[in-house]
């Protein structure tokens, strides 16, 4: 069985700029959640949708937004880009709710904003 | 609101000595823990879980862990490391709260010498 992907896996941009990062589930997975993984920390929430709805958000601003397809794909969508936004951006899936259900990561999105 | 802290940014260990790993994490209700790691240029991977019950787990790679409420903690151990246990290892809180957001640390960098 494939795993979660990821794509593009690295990305370079430029300040003021606008990005979609996707994400395909493991098949059968109902969730998806984005975090951001800042060079030398730990994961930081952004976003949980489950059956397409969105259920979490984390502290990022709007210009961060996202969506689950029918498919259970998703798109992250990040405008008017900051240099602090540079990342790797991870995504996650699952078969139900975060809290009870094991979380499978894909190898993430690299994101260098000039 | 839910934290979590990795006392050590980076843990030097000869091949085949134990190892702990340290997280504390602090919040007004119920939890849950996590420990996940990252191998070098990988996403990141569910090494084990607290829900309930047990508050010794047994995860993946002959990891354990302990949840201890009145401390607080809930330190990753392994009896005996290998050269490929080098890796980033993350704790995490969740709330049981219907609250879907997980609060990962900062990580701790395991070094195994030979």
């Known amino acids: 069985d494939a795993g979660v992907t990821q794509s593009p896996t690295h990305l370079i941009k430029t300040r003021g700029q606008q990005v979609t990062l996707r994400c395909s589930p493991i098949?059968?997975?109902?969730?998806v959640s984005w975090y951001q993984q800042v060079l030398g920390q730990g994961p930081q929430f952004i976003f949980q949708y489950y059956e397409k709805e969105e259920r979490g958000r984390g502290n990022f601003p709007d210009r961060f937004s996202a969506r689950q397809f029918p498919n259970y794909s998703s798109e992250l969508n990040v405008n008017a880009l900051l240099l602090g936004d540079s990342a790797l951006y991870l995504c996650a899936s699952s078969e139900g709710t975060v809290l009870t259900d094991t979380q499978y990561f894909g190898p993430g999105t690299r994101l260098t904003v000039l | 609101a839910q934290s979590v802290t990795q006392l050590d940014s980076q843990v030097p260990v000869f091949e085949e000595a134990p190892v702990e790993l340290r997280c504390n994490y602090s919040?007004?209700?119920?939890?849950?823990l996590f420990w996940y790691v990252q191998y070098p240029n990988q996403g990141l991977q569910l090494l084990l879980k607290?829900?309930?019950?047990?508050?010794l787990v047994k995860g993946i790679n002959g990891f354990e862990a302990e949840f201890n409420k009145s401390q607080t903690s809930f330190h990753l151990r392994k009896p005996s490391v290998h050269i490929s246990d080098t890796a980033e290892y993350f704790c995490?809180?969740?709330?049981?709260?219907?609250?879907?957001?997980?609060?990962f640390g900062k990580g701790t960098r395991l070094h195994i010498l030979p």
């Open positions: 995490a809180v969740s709330s049981s709260n219907r609250d879907d957001k997980i609060i």
């Open positions: 607290y829900l309930s019950g047990s508050t």
């Open positions: 098949s059968g997975h109902k969730s």
């Open positions: 919040s007004s209700v119920s939890v849950y």
